[in-house]
């Protein structure tokens, strides 16, 4: 675990995924509608679940972990494991949609669904902006609302089991309708904003939002 100021380091795959952004790489120039071809341009299937990171993995516990929801909120929020699973739980099977063009059909996911989060946190007439902060330094950010899809959870359970370390256990988000950068492994904390902060791809040349449906990769495109 590192602490939020160091950088991660930066590994083979880190340092590709920079080249791909600056080459415009794997772009067709096409765009799709979800309700007409359930793959997005670009994408392929694959069916096992490729674990993409920074390389870190950080190891939490249960016991240890806690959930920090702060910012332009209401009702700030400061959550353990007990109060955190005592929350609304709410199943979602959806689709994983990776920029790097493998696709996942079918994930079961469970958790706490992001509106039953807004509904505890009750953001304020400001927040436009949601930037989520994980345990390797990651950060990604969402326009408030990506991030309350109505699909979208911090999910804890994937496939009827506790989330795989490997997969951002013991939370991460899940965000369907948009690119799997955006959904964070090893949550620590949510914080809600009036203005955007890009994380750790969208200052990399990835984009902004990451709609696969409009092939936004890149943020040059
Ligand atoms: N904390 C954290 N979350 C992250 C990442 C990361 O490096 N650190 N990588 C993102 C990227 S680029 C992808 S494709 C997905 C991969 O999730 P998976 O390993 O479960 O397939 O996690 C996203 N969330
Ligand atoms: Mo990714």
């Known amino acids: 675990m590192t602490e939020e100021n160091d950088p991660p380091p930066i590994s083979k795959l880190t340092r590709s995924k920079q080249r ?3 080459q415009g790489r794997f772009l067709t120039g096409k765009t799709a509608r979800p309700q007409e071809q359930r793959l997005p341009p670009g994408q392929h299937l694959t ?3 490729p674990v993409l990171d920074l390389g870190l993995t ?3 516990s249960r ?3 806690r959930l920090d929801v702060y910012g332009a909120v209401e009702n700030p929020i400061f959550w353990n494991w007990a109060a955190f699973t005592a929350q609304p739980q709410t199943q979602f099977r959806s689709d994983i949609h990776c920029v ?5 059909y079918d994930n079961q996911w469970e958790g706490l669904a992001t509106r039953d989060l807004l509904a505890a946190c009750r953001p304020r007439d400001e927040a436009r902006f949601v930037v989520l902060h994980s345990h390797d330094g990651y950060t990604t950010n969402l326009a408030l ?3 309350a899809a109505e699909d979208a959870l911090l999910a804890h359970r994937w496939s009827e089991a506790p989330l795989e370390q490997e997969h951002g256990g013991p939370v991460r988000l899940v965000v369907p309708h948009l690119y799997f950068w955006k959904s964070a492994k090893w949550l620590q904390r949510i914080e809600f904003r009036s203005d955007d902060a890009p994380g ?3 200052v990399r040349g990835y984009h902004n939002r990451g709609d696969p449906w409009q092939e936004q990769r890149y943020s040059n495109d």
């Not at 790097?100 to 996942?104: G, P």
Request: charged fraction near 35%.
């Open 47 to 49: 069916r096992d679940w």
């Open 58 to 60: 950080p190891n939490i």
């Open 63 to 65: 016991e240890r972990w």
């Open 100 to 104: 790097t063009t493998w696709s996942r």
């Open 145 to 147: 609302e990506d991030f």
């Open 20 to 22: 791909w952004a600056q």
């Open 200 to 202: 750790y791809w969208e």
